[in-house]
C-alpha cells in the first residue's frame, strides 16, 4: 500500500495522472494537490512514500515541494512530472533531491514503464542532465576553501564513466554491456549519482547561507 | 649645450678687445700734457699773465673745487706736418666735460653744443676737430679750449663732472681712426646694447605679466629696460630735462633697477618673501625722497652711499641665489654670469674712487648689459622648454582623454549590447514560459484525453514542436559533440522501444558549435525520420551513421525495412513529413536525399553544411 502525493494544477491532467498511478499502484492512497503551499502543508501532515510533482504552478515552482519533502521525510521519493524536458528546469529540481523526472506528454505505456523503473529504483538520466552533473562535480573538483559544513562529495571513477558515457548519448542498457554489468548495478549508480547531487547541492547551499550570513 | 651660449659672449670680448685696441701714438702725433688755465665766465682767453698752468688730464675736483662752471684752456704748439705735406691736422680730446668750444689761433672751429645750462652732455663722446690748414701758422700756433661742466657734488657719477683729458694733435687721418674707435666702445656699442636690452626686457616683461606663475621674467624685462634707460646717460647728448633733473632720475633709476634685480633673482631660485615685496619699493621711495631733501648740491655725496647700499644688496641676493641654486646643474652659469657682474660692478666702483677711467672700465660698463642679454637668451630658452613640455603634457593628457573616452563609450556600448541581451533573454524566457503553461498545458490536455489516437499523436508532437521551438528561441549555441550525444540517446532509445535494433556510429569529442537553429532544425528532421522508421518501415535493424567533414556534417540512417513504394511515397510526401524533412534540410542549405525501393529497405542522407550550421541565425 502506497501514499502518494499529486501536485498538478490542470485538473483533467490530474484526473488522468490519479487514473495512471492508480494503474501502476492498486490500491494506493492518493492526496491531490493543485498549490505549491497546499503541498507543503500535506508534506508535514501526511507520511508520503511516493509524490509525483509538477514544476511550473501558479503559486510557485514544484522545487520548493521536493526541498520541503526531503528535509521532513528523508525516505520519500520526489519524482518531477513536467512537460520541461530541458535541463534547465530538471537540474534544479534534480539538486533539490528529485529522484528522477518523468514527461508528461509521453505515451501512457511509456509513462507507466519508467514509473515502475523509478519505484523499482531506476531513475531515467539524459544525456543534457548528465553532461550538468559532470559540470557541477568538476567545477567542485577545483580547489575551493573547506569547510566542516562542505562534506566532500565525490563521484567514484565508475560512477564518473557512467555519467560521460550518458553524456556521449549510450543508454543505460547499452552501458551495461559495454561496462559488463548488470542493469541493476548501472541503476545502482544513477541512484547514487542523484544522491551524491543532492548532498553535494545542499551543502553548497549551506556554504552560500553561511557566507552571506557573514556578510550580514 | 653650454658651448653655443659662450659663443656669443666670446664674439663680444672680441669686438671690445678690437675696439680697445688703440694703437701707439705715432710719431707724428703729439701729446700734450700741459695747458693754460683761465676762469671760463670771460668771452675769450684773458691775458696769460692772469692764466695758471695746469696738467692735463685737468679734473675739476682736484684743481677748482667749487667753483665755477666753466674754464680756459690754452696750448701752443708748433707746426707740425712739413709745409710740403698737405696732411689735414686735427686735434683729439679722449674725454671732455661736459661741453666745449675750440678756437684756433682766435678762430671759433668747433662746438659741441650748447654752452649754456642745460649743458649739451659730451662727457662720453670724444671729440674729433680737423684744424684747417689755412689757419695753421708755420711756427706758434695756439689752440683755446673753453670747457663748461658740473661740479663733482652735482652729478651722480665722477664721469659726468667737469674736466678735460689730454689732447693729442696730429694727422687727422690717423686721429679720425682712434676717435672711430673710441666712439664706436662708448656711443654705438651701448646704443646697440641699449636697445637689444630694450626690446628684450619689454617683451620679456609682458611675457611675465601674462604669465603671474614666472614672475621672474616680468622683474627680469624690468631690469634690462631700466638698464637700457640708464645707459642712455652714455650717449644721449641732449635731454630737455635739466642737468639736476637727469641727475635725479638716473640716481632714481637705480633704485629701480635694483628693485628689479633682487626680485629677479629671489623668483628665479623660486622664492617669494613678503618683506622684500614691501621692503623694496619702500627703498626706491626713500632714495627719491633722500635725493629730493638732500638737493642737486649734495648728489655725488648722497648717490655714493646709495650706490654702495644697492650695489651690496644686489651682491647679497647674487650670493642668496648661487647658494640656493647650488644643487642644480645650471648653478655653474648663472653663478658665471654673476660673478662677472660683480667684477665690473666693482671696476665701476674702483674708477669712481679714484677718478681714473682706464679702458677696462668702459669695457666694465659693456659687460653688464651683454651679461644682461646672456641671461635674457637663457630664460627666453628656459621659457620655450617648458612651453614645449607643457604643450607635450598636454598634449598626451589630450590623448589620454581620447583613450579614456573611448573606453568609456566601449564600457557603455558592451553594458547596453548587454543589456539588450539581458532584456531579450528574459523576454524569450516570459515566452518560453507562457508557451510551455498556456499552449503546453493545453496541447497536454488533449494528449491524455483524447479519444482519438491520430490526434494524441498528433498534439503530442505540436507539443515537441513547440518545446524545440521554445529551445530554438532560447538561442545559445550548442556543441556539436552534445548535440550529438543528445541525437543518439533519443533515436537508439527510441529504436529500441519500438523493438528495433539500433545501431549508431558517429565521432566524438568534436569542436564545433552548432546555431540553436541547427540544432533544433537538425533534431527534428532525425525524430521525423525515426518516428518514419518504426511506424511505416517494418524494419527489425537500423543503423545511423553521422560523420563530418570540412565543410559539412552528415548523417545516413539506413533501415531494413520494406522501402517506400511509389504510391506511398506520394503520400509520404504529403502526410509523413519527407516534405517537411526535405524544407528543413534546406532552410539549413543542406539536403535530405531518401533512397528507397520496395523491398530494399530505405536511406536517408541528411547533409548539413557546417559553415552555414556553425553561424548563429
Redesign the interface.
Known amino acids: 500500500m502506497k501514499t502518494i502525493l499529486l501536485l498538478e494544477d490542470?485538473p483533467?491532467?490530474r484526473a488522468?495522472m490519479r487514473k495512471l498511478v492508480l494503474q501502476v499502484f492498486p490500491g494506493a492512497t492518493i492526496s491531490e494537490s493543485a498549490r505549491v503551499q497546499d503541498a507543503i502543508e500535506l508534506c508535514g501532515a501526511v507520511k508520503f512514500d511516493l509524490a509525483l510533482l509538477d514544476l511550473?504552478l501558479p503559486d510557485g515552482s514544484g522545487v520548493d515541494v521536493v526541498t520541503k519533502l526531503r528535509d521532513v521525510q528523508p525516505d520519500a521519493q520526489s519524482v518531477v512530472v513536467t512537460?520541461?524536458?530541458?535541463d534547465e528546469h530538471l537540474f534544479p529540481a534534480l539538486q533539490a533531491g528529485a529522484f528522477g523526472y518523468i514527461l508528461?506528454?509521453?505515451?501512457?505505456e511509456?509513462i507507466t514503464e519508467q514509473l515502475q523503473r523509478i519505484s523499482q529504483g531506476e531513475p531515467p538520466l539524459?544525456?543534457?542532465i548528465a553532461?550538468r552533473v559532470m559540470a557541477h562535480f568538476s567545477a567542485k573538483a577545483k580547489p575551493q576553501p573547506q569547510s566542516h559544513l562542505m562534506p566532500n562529495v565525490s563521484l567514484t571513477d565508475r560512477e564518473s564513466e557512467v555519467l560521460l558515457r550518458?553524456?556521449?548519448?549510450?543508454?543505460l542498457?547499452?552501458i551495461g554491456v559495454q561496462l559488463g554489468l548488470s542493469r541493476h548495478t548501472i541503476a545502482d549508480y544513477v541512484k547514487q549519482i542523484y544522491r551524491k547531487l543532492n548532498v553535494s547541492s545542499r551543502a553548497e547551499a549551506a556554504l552560500e547561507a553561511q557566507r552571506l550570513g557573514l556578510f550580514r | 649645450m653650454r658651448q653655443p651660449r659662450f659663443r656669443p659672449l666670446l664674439a663680444w670680448l672680441c669686438l671690445l678687445l678690437w675696439l680697445a685696441a688703440a694703437g701707439p701714438a705715432a710719431a707724428q702725433t703729439l701729446l700734450i700734457r700741459g695747458a693754460l688755465s683761465a676762469p671760463g665766465h670771460l668771452s675769450s682767453f684773458p691775458d696769460p699773465s692772469s692764466a695758471v698752468p695746469v696738467t692735463l688730464p685737468d679734473e675739476w675736483v682736484h684743481t677748482r673745487p667749487g667753483s665755477d662752471a666753466a674754464a680756459w684752456y690754452r696750448i701752443e704748439f708748433p707746426r707740425l706736418a712739413p709745409p710740403e705735406s698737405d696732411d689735414l691736422m686735427a686735434l683729439y680730446i679722449e674725454h671732455v666735460c661736459s661741453n666745449l668750444e675750440v678756437y684756433l689761433n682766435g678762430n671759433f672751429v668747433h662746438s659741441g653744443g650748447r654752452m649754456s645750462r642745460p649743458l649739451t652732455n659730451n662727457c662720453n663722446q670724444p671729440q674729433l676737430v680737423p684744424l684747417p690748414s689755412a689757419l695753421l701758422r708755420v711756427e706758434g700756433n695756439t689752440i683755446d679750449i673753453r670747457v663748461a661742466g658740473h661740479p663733482l657734488s652735482e652729478v651722480g657719477s665722477r664721469q659726468r663732472a667737469g674736466g678735460l683729458s689730454a689732447l693729442q694733435i696730429g694727422p687727422q687721418q690717423e686721429l679720425a681712426a682712434r676717435h672711430a674707435r673710441r666712439t664706436a666702445l662708448q656711443v654705438w656699442v651701448p646704443q646697440a646694447v641699449s636697445a637689444t636690452l630694450l626690446l628684450m626686457g619689454g617683451f620679456m616683461f609682458v611675457l611675465g605679466f601674462i604669465n603671474r606663475r614666472e614672475s621672474h621674467l616680468a622683474y627680469f624685462g624690468a631690469l634690462s629696460v631700466g638698464w637700457a634707460i640708464v645707459d642712455a646717460r652714455l650717449w644721449l647728448r641732449n635731454i630737455p630735462l635739466g642737468h639736476s633733473g637727469v641727475e635725479f632720475l638716473l640716481c632714481a633709476m637705480l633704485g629701480f633697477i635694483t628693485w628689479a634685480a633682487v626680485q629677479f633673482l629671489l623668483r628665479y631660485g623660486g622664492v617669494r618673501l613678503r618683506k622684500v615685496d614691501v621692503l623694496l619699493p619702500v627703498q626706491c621711495a626713500l632714495l627719491a625722497v633722500s635725493l629730493v631733501l638732500a638737493g642737486p648740491q649734495r648728489l655725488h655725496a648722497l648717490a655714493s652711499v646709495w650706490y654702495l647700499v644697492l650695489a651690496l644688496e644686489v651682491v647679497a641676493a647674487s650670493a642668496w641665489h648661487v647658494h640656493h641654486q647650488r644643487k642644480s646643474r645650471a648653478v655653474w652659469l648663472m653663478g658665471g654670469l654673476l660673478s662677472a657682474v660683480t667684477l665690473a660692478g666693482a671696476i665701476e666702483f674702483f674708477a669712481q674712487w679714484t677718478g681714473a677711467r682706464p679702458l677696462v672700465s668702459h669695457i666694465a660698463l659693456l659687460v653688464v648689459p651683454v651679461i644682461f642679454v646672456l641671461v635674457g637668451l637663457r630664460l627666453v630658452q628656459q621659457h620655450g622648454r617648458a612651453l614645449h613640455h607643457a604643450e607635450q603634457g598636454k598634449a598626451q593628457l589630450e590623448q589620454r582623454v581620447r583613450e579614456a573616452t573611448a573606453e568609456i563609450e566601449r564600457n557603455f556600448r558592451q553594458l547596453s549590447e548587454l543589456k539588450v541581451e539581458q532584456v531579450t533573454e528574459r523576454e524569450r524566457k516570459r515566452i518560453a514560459a507562457d508557451l510551455h503553461d498556456d499552449l503546453g498545458a493545453k496541447l497536454l490536455t488533449i494528449v491524455h484525453t483524447s479519444d482519438s489516437e491520430r490526434i494524441s499523436t498528433l498534439a503530442r508532437e505540436a507539443l515537441e514542436e513547440m518545446r524545440l521551438s521554445v529551445r530554438g528561441l532560447t538561442g545559445r549555441p550548442v556543441r556539436l559533440t552534445d548535440a550529438l550525444g543528445d541525437w543518439r540517446a533519443e533515436v537508439v532509445s527510441r529504436l529500441a522501444q519500438a523493438g528495433i535494433e539500433g545501431d549508431w556510429e558517429g565521432p566524438e569529442d568534436l569542436p564545433q558549435t552548432l546555431s540553436a537553429r541547427a540544432y533544433v532544425q537538425t533534431t527534428r528532421i532525425l525524430r521525423e525520420a525515426t518516428s518514419n522508421i518504426i511506424k511505416h518501415s517494418g524494419a527489425t535493424h537500423c543503423s545511423v551513421v553521422a560523420s563530418i567533414n570540412d565543410n559539412d556534417f552528415q548523417f545516413v540512417l539506413q533501415d531494413n525495412g520494406e522501402g517506400i513504394t511509389v504510391e506511398l511515397d506520394g503520400k509520404m510526401d504529403r502526410g509523413h513529413g519527407l516534405a517537411s524533412m526535405k524544407n528543413r534540410a534546406k532552410q539549413l542549405q543542406g539536403q535530405c536525399l531518401v533512397e528507397s525501393g520496395p523491398g530494399y529497405g530505405t536511406v536517408i542522407r541528411l547533409t548539413v553544411p557546417l559553415d552555414r550550421a556553425l553561424q548563429p541565425s
Do not use: F, N
Open positions: 490542470l483533467e491532467i488522468w511550473g512537460i520541461h524536458d530541458d508528461k506528454e509521453q505515451p501512457r511509456l539524459s544525456p543534457s553532461r550518458v553524456a556521449k548519448g549510450y543508454t542498457p547499452e
